[in-house]
């Protein structure tokens, strides 16, 4: 329900214009679950590929290649410290453009306490001239609304300020993708501090796909996001009910009637589905329709 009475002015085609380019994220093991999707995904839809532990550079590579032959934009990630040698790194770089023709790619530094080879963060690897010359358009980099439960605030600004010198020097645009989370207010203090910062990137705003309590609350702990009472029951649920599930049909009006895309800049929705890409993909074609209607 749209609640129109803060003073805030309601822009009914933003939620729209949020979901016009939205991104999906996928896992390696997810091929067959993409091609039972396809049909409901946009054409050119672009699809992030997560980097996950115990999953091999084969399956990465493989869920790249059936992205594109499928008519999606694949969008690989790297986890920085999971790569054991540059080696490793550029034989991945070299079949993801060989099969996948990507464009695109999102580094990470990834959670391994100590880096498992010569790439410490995502700048180091931004750094080492293995981006350089396979043609990518951009690169995602990390934002987080909510900060981060390991690195302080200033390092995570000063991280993002030199990933943009870096990724400008290549003549590769940066785009930036937001750690999920379930409320809409530090998202959107956050995207302003962003923009005073002098950072006109794209903004990938992370959003959870339709799942249930018991698995957001999984994922909110592993990937140190915050999940009160107070804000899971603003997202549409409550704690006390497990057997509970929500989209993020709320959290996505809350940020619609928030944004301002004057003062914001670019800005679009990227989709964690942690109910399973299909589910996700129906939820989003469900809501466009219902905002058609
Ligand atoms: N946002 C997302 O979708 C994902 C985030 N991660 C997270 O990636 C974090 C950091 O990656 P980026 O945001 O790319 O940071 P980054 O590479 O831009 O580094 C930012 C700052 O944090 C330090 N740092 C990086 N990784 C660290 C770690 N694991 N532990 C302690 N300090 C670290 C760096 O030295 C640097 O000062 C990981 O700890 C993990 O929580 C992992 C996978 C996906
Ligand atoms: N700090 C941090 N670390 C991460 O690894 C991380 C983030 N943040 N933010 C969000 C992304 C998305 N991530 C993930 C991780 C696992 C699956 C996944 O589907 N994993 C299993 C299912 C496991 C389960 O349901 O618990 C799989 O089949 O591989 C999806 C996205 C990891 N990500």
Same mark, same amino acid.
């Given at each position: 329900?749209?609640?129109?009475?803060?003073?805030?002015?309601?822009?009914p085609?933003?939620?729209?214009?949020?979901?016009?380019s939205?991104s999906?994220?996928?896992?390696?093991?997810?091929?067959?679950?993409?091609?039972?999707a396809?049909?409901?995904?946009?054409?050119?839809?672009?699809?992030?590929?997560?980097?996950?532990?115990?999953?091999?550079?084969?399956?990465?590579?493989?869920?790249?290649?059936?992205v594109?032959?499928?008519g999606?934009?694949?969008?690989? =990630?790297?986890?920085?410290?999971?790569?054991?040698s540059?080696?490793?790194?550029?034989?991945?770089l070299?079949?993801?453009v060989a099969?996948?023709?990507?464009?695109?790619?999102?580094?990470?530094?990834?959670?391994?306490?100590?880096p498992?080879?010569?790439?410490?963060?995502?700048?180091?690897?931004?750094?080492?001239?293995?981006?350089?010359?396979?043609?990518?358009?951009?690169?995602?980099?990390?934002?987080?609304p909510?900060?981060?439960?390991?690195?302080?605030?200033?390092?995570?600004?000063q991280?993002?300020?030199?990933?943009?010198?870096?990724?400008?020097?290549?003549?590769?645009?940066?785009?930036?993708?937001?750690?999920?989370?379930?409320?809409?207010?530090?998202?959107?203090?956050?995207?302003?501090?962003?923009r005073?910062?002098?950072?006109?990137?794209?903004?990938?705003?992370?959003?959870?796909?339709?799942?249930?309590?018991?698995?957001?609350?999984?994922?909110?702990?592993?990937?140190?996001?915050?999940?009160?009472?107070?804000?899971?029951?603003?997202?549409?649920?409550?704690?006390?009910?497990?057997?509970?599930?929500a989209?993020?049909?709320?959290?996505?009006?809350?940020?619609?009637?928030?944004?301002?895309?004057?003062? =914001?800049?670019?800005?679009?929705? =990227?989709?964690?589905?942690?109910?399973?890409?299909?589910?996700?993909?129906?939820?989003?074609?469900?809501?466009?329709?219902?905002?058609a209607?």
């Open positions: 329900m749209l609640d129109v009475t803060q003073g805030q002015a309601v822009a085609e933003s939620a729209g214009s949020l979901l016009e939205f999906l994220e996928m896992t390696a093991k997810d091929v067959v679950a993409l091609e039972e396809a049909g409901i995904i946009p054409p050119g839809t672009r699809i992030a590929i997560a980097f996950l532990p115990g999953e091999t550079f084969e399956a990465r590579l493989k869920a790249a290649e059936r594109r032959a499928l999606f934009d694949p969008a690989p =990630h790297i986890s920085a410290r999971r790569i054991a540059e080696a490793e790194l550029r034989g991945f070299e079949g993801l099969k996948a023709s990507i464009r695109r790619l999102f580094v990470v530094a990834g959670d391994p306490p100590v498992e080879g010569p790439y410490e963060d995502a700048l180091s690897l931004i750094r080492s001239g293995m981006l350089n010359d396979l043609g990518l358009e951009s690169v995602g980099v990390s934002g987080y909510e900060g981060h439960p390991e690195i302080g605030s200033p390092a995570l600004w991280a993002m300020r030199d990933k943009r010198d870096a990724l400008a020097d290549l003549g590769i645009s940066m785009t930036i993708l937001t750690q999920f989370g379930f409320d809409a207010r530090p998202i959107v203090d956050w995207v302003e501090q962003v005073e910062s002098g950072i006109d990137a794209l903004i990938r705003i992370g959003v959870p796909g339709p799942a249930g309590v018991k698995t957001l609350l999984r994922f909110a702990a592993r990937c140190g996001v915050g999940a009160s009472a107070k804000v899971m029951s603003r997202y549409g649920l409550s704690l006390t009910q497990l057997m509970g599930t989209g993020p049909d709320r959290l996505i009006e809350d940020l619609a009637r928030r944004v301002d895309p004057e003062r =914001h800049g670019p800005l679009s929705l =990227h989709f964690y589905p942690f109910g399973g890409i299909a589910k996700t993909a129906e939820w989003v074609s469900d809501f466009n329709a219902r905002k209607a």
